[in-house]
């Protein structure tokens, strides 16, 4: 009997030897020089993020989250920092994990969850038990997790009996490393997935995925039917889960999917938001863009029908495929998939976020949300519309003149933007804030003079509120409205921000009914009243001279002399347009946005009606500075010295004259 128990003890011995402790020690230098993570200096840290530490036949994968996973000196004190849906996952080269202890460093936010087998804490530390040949812990809260030590129990004789951490290849199914895989796949063929994809929206029985591949280009997929598991947005999703493929109407789908995990980790936010696209990119069904998130803006709406069915409308430049591009309404038909708050007013304009889909083998878009619009800011009517399109302006307008002469009732506003968000060629190219001069446009009020007479009284304009139709887009570019706009009560209105074009110095390429300060010198010629330049004469090629209109104020030239210089705030005017094969763009659309200043006969063709009742004399700032007494104030109202960069208020012979210094 004895020598049984000592055989005994023997195996029990041996048995015992298989099952080994690996410890990754955070909390010392020496601790870290062994792992070969380099000790980070006082108050800094050691990224991990993406890296892998290998300590014996255990591998611990660092992935990022809200900050990087890395280790931190504070004051001394080593730890590795674990942040809001960052993960760090241990895996064996041999048998399988059996135990994990994680000890803290500091206590507060030490909350973790795990991707298989069972995870508990007392206080300070976690155990985790469960076979698997890798396990993956994840920090949920807010603040940064502190961890002082890992012990990683390994049995090394061990054959893993739990959903994996990591991918556990069945050799028995098709083995599928890319979404885009999958439309080469027979309907009915059970894969197994063997890369992550991240989650880009899910309601109910509908999970989206989407992948990028190392050359940046993004493919999409559909999980369809209980996925027994629910995930935030952005959430990573680990490799080795399975499923069937699938086509319905004409629309590809996962199927019959099993072994989905807790997220490994998260995606940035910017990196699983919906994509830009056009309403024309998206209408032919062999685009390739099913199941991606689509964000597409400037939609008008159809009526609901009580099926959930409607249709959405953009006004897009579109290409004939003879490489001619013109305006055109493009509709696809939308459908409210998830039963979603949708807008009553289809009145208005709305930017709608959807998930773009296939049914019968057309595609439709099922809506996410829908974001109402204040419409389009002025300065892009200048690239994106033409004459006879409706639209509405985005912007505050402020009131700059309201006049009545032969030309009709109109009213004169402008955006007073001096820097603009510039997206014209988005997706494909980032928009960006870009300095600008204020745009202006005449409100045309037609022959409503009861339209006239209230927007005349008003001083801002709501956001949204301007709406109408383009009219004379080259020669007299205006907005012919459909509708009072509303004012903003009780606004305060700023400063207006003028070009100020000086015909000596200056090369002038304004646009027709932008309003700036003109200086120059006042003469009449063969009975026309112009603005010269000093050197003009007769026979003078380069001499700039600017015919003056004076239908908005009849009372003025009666106050000018001859050969004095004036500065006088004043709407520009074009006689004629240029012909279209004189401006012509890359896509073989006409040049709308400014008067073609190298034309020759420019001076010819353009002209200037001030708005003032008086013309502003003193003009420039020598002369003004040469005229005594002179007291020179800034716009806070502070009497200076000299005239410094931006606008200036020099009051001279009982006159205030402003004066813009660049």
């Known amino acids: 009997m004895k020598k049984f128990y000592a055989l005994l003890s023997a195996v029990l011995l041996a048995a015992t030897a298989m099952a080994t402790d690996i410890t990754f020690t955070f909390n010392s230098a020496d601790g870290l020089q062994a792992l070969g993570i380099t000790a980070p200096e006082q108050s800094k840290g050691t990224d991990l993020g993406g890296e892998t530490v290998t300590n014996g036949i255990i591998t611990m994968t660092a992935i990022n989250g809200a900050t990087a996973t890395r280790v931190w000196n504070s004051q001394g004190a080593y730890s590795l920092r674990v942040y809001q849906n960052g993960s760090i996952t241990f895996t064996t080269q041999k048998g399988a994990i059996t135990a994990i202890q994680v000890t803290a460093a500091v206590a507060d936010f030490f909350q973790f969850t795990a991707s298989t087998g069972k995870l508990e804490l007392d206080e300070t530390t976690y155990s985790w038990t469960g ?34 951490g990591g991918t556990i290849i069945d050799p028995t199914i098709e083995q599928v490393d890319s979404l885009i895989a999958l439309y080469d796949l ?11 994809a991240y989650v880009t929206y899910q309601n109910g029985q509908y999970l989206y995925l989407l992948q990028m591949d190392d050359e940046g280009y993004c493919y999409s997929a559909l999980i369809y039917g209980d996925a027994g598991q629910e995930y935030d947005e952005g959430a990573v999703i680990p490799a080795g889960w399975k499923g069937t493929k699938t086509t319905y109407k004409g629309l590809i789908e996962i199927t019959n999917v099993s072994g989905l995990q807790n997220a490994a980790s998260y995606m940035e936010e910017e990196d699983y938001c919906a994509f830009d696209f056009y309403l024309s990119e998206l209408v032919d069904p062999e685009c390739g863009y099913e199941n991606y998130r689509a964000l597409v803006y400037d939609i008008t709406l159809s009526a609901i029908d009580e ?9 897009e430049k579109v290409e004939d495929g003879d490489g001619n591009y013109s305006m055109k309404e493009v509709t696809i038909p939308g459908f409210n998939k998830w039963n979603i708050d949708y807008p009553t007013d289809l009145n208005k304009t709305y930017n709608v976020e959807a998930m773009v889909t296939i049914f019968n083998n057309a595609i439709q878009l099922y809506p996410i949300a829908f974001y109402e619009v204040q419409g389009t800011p002025l300065w892009n009517i200048w690239y994106m519309y033409q004459e006879g399109d409706t639209f509405q302006i ?28 510039y997206d014209i060629y988005e997706p494909w190219i980032e928009g960006e804030w870009t300095d600008w001069a204020p745009d202006f446009i005449a409100l045309d009020c037609g022959d409503d003079t009861e339209m006239f007479n ?3 009284q008003m ?26 706009p509303e004012e903003v009560k009780d606004a305060v209105v700023p400063e207006i921000n003028y070009d100020i074009f000086d015909i000596a110095t200056d090369e002038m390429a304004p646009y027709a009914n932008n309003i700036t300060y003109i200086k120059g010198y006042y003469t009449i010629q063969d009975g026309k009243a112009y603005l010269i330049a000093p050197e003009y004469t007769d026979d003078a090629t380069d001499g700039q001279r600017l015919t003056i209109d004076f239908r908005y104020a009849p009372n003025m030239q009666s106050q000018l002399e001859e050969g004095k210089s004036y500065m006088m705030l004043a709407v520009w005017k074009m006689y004629e347009a240029f012909e279209p094969e004189d401006d012509i763009d890359d896509e073989g659309l006409m040049v709308k946005r400014r008067i073609k200043y190298s034309d020759p006969n420019f001076y010819e063709n353009v002209f200037v009606c001030p708005i003032g009742d008086v013309a502003v004399g003193l003009h420039d700032a020598r002369t003004a500075i040469s005229n005594a007494p002179v ?25 205030a004259v402003k004066v813009l210094k660049k």
């Open 186 to 196: 027979e309907d009915g063929t059970e894969f197994q997935f063997t890369t992550e």
């Open 631 to 655: 007291a020179i104030y800034n716009m806070a109202g502070q009497r200076i010295n000299r005239l410094q960069k931006g606008i200036n208020i020099i009051h001279s012979n009982g006159r």
């Open 454 to 456: 209230a927007l005349s």
């Open 459 to 484: 001083k801002v304009l709501a956001p949204g509120s301007v709406r109408g139709v383009i009219k004379d887009f080259e020669t007299d570019l205006r907005l012919e409205l459909t509708s009072v």
């Open 131 to 164: 076979s698997s040949a890798a396990v993956t812990l994840t920090h949920t809260d807010k603040k940064n997790a502190q961890v002082a030590t890992i012990t990683i129990t390994v049995d090394e004789n061990a054959t893993p009996t739990d959903e994996p």
């Open 307 to 315: 099926k959930g069915n409607f249709t959405l409308t953009a006004l």
């Open 394 to 421: 985005s912007d505050t307008l402020y009131v700059v003149k309201a006049t009545q002469a032969a030309d009709g009732n109109r009213v004169y506003v402008t955006d007073n933007a001096t820097e603009i968000y």
